[in-house]
């Protein structure tokens, strides 16, 4: 697992964190890495805080790991800083401390911690822990896309394309979309090729689109691929949320929000998994995500113990939508007990990864006071971050708020806004919606 893949490490609420890189260091590790910390060795310093934090070869510690972040941090080892900066982010062990975890996040980012770039973009965006700064947002983003993250390079992006933040410049956005399918993100490059196709933000190459779509029928898979690729998405979760068609029948569905969370679940069911279960397992003894989380989906349907099991695996390995069925299994307590507050810090972790389905459990929660402080101005925000990764349910919670002033001021444009582009996501039940 790579260290962009650590960030609940230091959290010892949730299940299943432990980096493999240190999981299999040998016995005694704790004392060669003290030694090498106190030599000013700054990566010894964040691999013994995260042995503190797990109590890993020895016993658990929060204080002891936070300080050591710290002292990584100090030794310019940027993971070290993001690591600090999610205690005081999130208030374990210490009162939560926005300023303090953005100077350290903004640290971080400027050690070339991408993670620490995209949740720093994220609060900035958000406008909840700190004033929305729009310019700002860009110029992280920008951070995060030469660091090689295509969602950032999208999101820049449609922010020059859209004029959010500052100037309009399509060409800008046309180069912003390229550097992102270049690091394989098919919206990148299903976005590039409609701009090469139509003209937009600079001549028109029909050769360069037919290549940037078949790029994003590649990286994307089916859902990216053919004319239609993008326009008609299938959403892959349990068509649980829809349960307001029957909870809100007779009232004006303008006014009743979906509270189901959600998990993922394969697109036509489970039995085309079947035939690539060897595959699928083999991948997963070699801790690949991928294949651990295929083999959850498989077992969801006949074996719920081992499915949780087999997420918990894939969600170490740094697959948030594992964490995201994972969190949803212990807050419905399949194959196991029921824990809410794990549940809560799995859909916050896949939400600041930039998972949508997990954002769009988060503001649920966040909402219905489910595992956690009622939250309405921090809930429409996570229905955003939603609605913007194409999660239909979070544009029609979002707009239900702002058409009854929940978390904000009432606007009904912005709600209809949304209500449509809900409808237009294939939330039938959104089509309704009435001010």
Known sequence: MSPNHRLLAAFALVLLTTPASLAAAPKGERGKLDKGCQAGKGADCVDLA???????RGPEDQVKALALFHKGCDLKE?????????YYHVGVRVPGDPKRAIKLYDEAC???YLDSCKLLAGIFDEGTLIAQDLPRVRFILAKACKLGDGRSCYDLGAMWQNGRGGELNLSQARDNYTAGCDAQDPRCCLQVGVMFREGIGGTKDPVLAKQFFERACTYGG???CGDEAGH?????????????NTACNGANSASCMITTVARYSPSGGAAKLKPSE??????CDEKDAG????????AHESDIAKARDLYGKACKAGSNEACVNLGYMFISAQGGVEDRDKARLLFFSACDAGDALGCLNQGIYLYTVIGGAKDDKLA????????????????????????LGIGTEKNAPKAQELFKSACSDGLEFACKAKQ
């Open 232 to 244: 008609n998405d299938t959403r892959t979760t349990d068509s649980g949320n829809e349960i307001a």
């Open 78 to 86: 940027a993971q070290g800083c993001h690591e600090a900066a999610r």
């Open 110 to 112: 400027d050690g070339g």
């Open 50 to 56: 995260y042995m503190w934090a797990e109590g890993d």
């Open 278 to 283: 060897a595959f699928f397992r083999k991948k």
């Open 291 to 298: 294949g651990c989380y295929k083999l959850g989906l498989l």
């Open 380 to 403: 429409l925000a996570k229905f955003e971050i939603a609605c913007k990764g194409a999660e239909p349910v979070g544009c029609f919670n979002a707009g239900v708020m702002y058409n």
């Open 222 to 224: 089916d859902r990216f």
